[in-house]
T-cell receptor, first 109, second 115 residues
């Protein structure tokens, strides 16, 4: 079945620095979705990318879908303490979503 | 609040007991999903409903698990004869359905602890 891998598993960032988390799928995806889960919370939908090479921005977050539609990245600039949490990418597998294991972000003030 | 709701939020039970969780999806959503999440992992798919029809079940859903969505609105997930390995967060999600891009919205989850 479809597998979605994310790296790194953990990201420790100094406040104000940038970082990128990567997502790779074993199969070509029709779209990719990103979710954020705060500590003790539930996954909250962030964005969906559909087109090959698509880039979308949400304030300090930049999401990219690879040309082959098998990988994606999330880049966060000027990290803030509000960015703490786990970021999941997910690819559709029929009607369900296959989630990666997530990148857990901690921020040093 | 018109989001997905789940009850209870926390459940502690003894091994061998039965538990039932409820999910109320966003009202106009006809698709409903159950996922399970353990520490350090992403949500894993359990089962999916289109209206009242259960269309897919994961191999993770053993005989002890049963889910229903009797009127195509709320859903229940029952676990019989709970085991310690069932301890996890059980997440419900719903989506509108239709089209090839169908965003799933998650509820707050039910955290199950089996002692």
């Amino acid at each position: 079945g479809q597998q979605v891998m994310q790296i790194p598993q953990y990201q420790h960032v100094q406040e104000g620095e940038d970082f990128t988390t990567y997502c790779n799928s074993s199969t070509t995806l029709s779209n990719i979705q990103w979710y954020k889960q705060r500590p003790g919370g539930h996954p909250v939908f962030l964005i969906q990318l559909v087109k090959s090479g698509e880039v979308k921005k949400q304030k300090r977050l930049t999401f990219q879908f690879g040309e082959a539609k098998k990988n994606s990245s999330l880049h966060i600039t000027a990290t803030q303490t509000t960015d703490v949490g786990t970021y999941f990418c997910a690819g559709p597998d029929d009607y369900k979503l296959s989630f990666g294991a997530g990148t857990t972000v901690t921020v040093r003030a | 609040d018109t989001g997905v709701s789940q009850n209870p939020r926390h459940k502690i039970t003894k091994r061998g007991q039965n538990v039932t969780f409820r999910c109320d999806p966003i009202s106009e959503h006809n698709r409903l999903y159950w996922y399970r999440q353990t520490l350090g992992q992403g949500p894993e798919f359990l089962t999916y409903f289109q209206n009242e029809a259960q269309l897919e079940k994961s191999r993770l859903l053993s005989d002890r698990f049963s889910a229903e969505r009797p009127k195509g609105s709320f859903s229940t997930l029952e676990i019989q004869r709970t085991e310690q390995g069932d301890s996890a967060m059980y997440l419900c999600a719903s989506s509108l359905g239709g089209g090839h891009v169908d965003t799933q919205y998650f509820g707050p989850g039910t955290r199950l602890t089996v002692l």
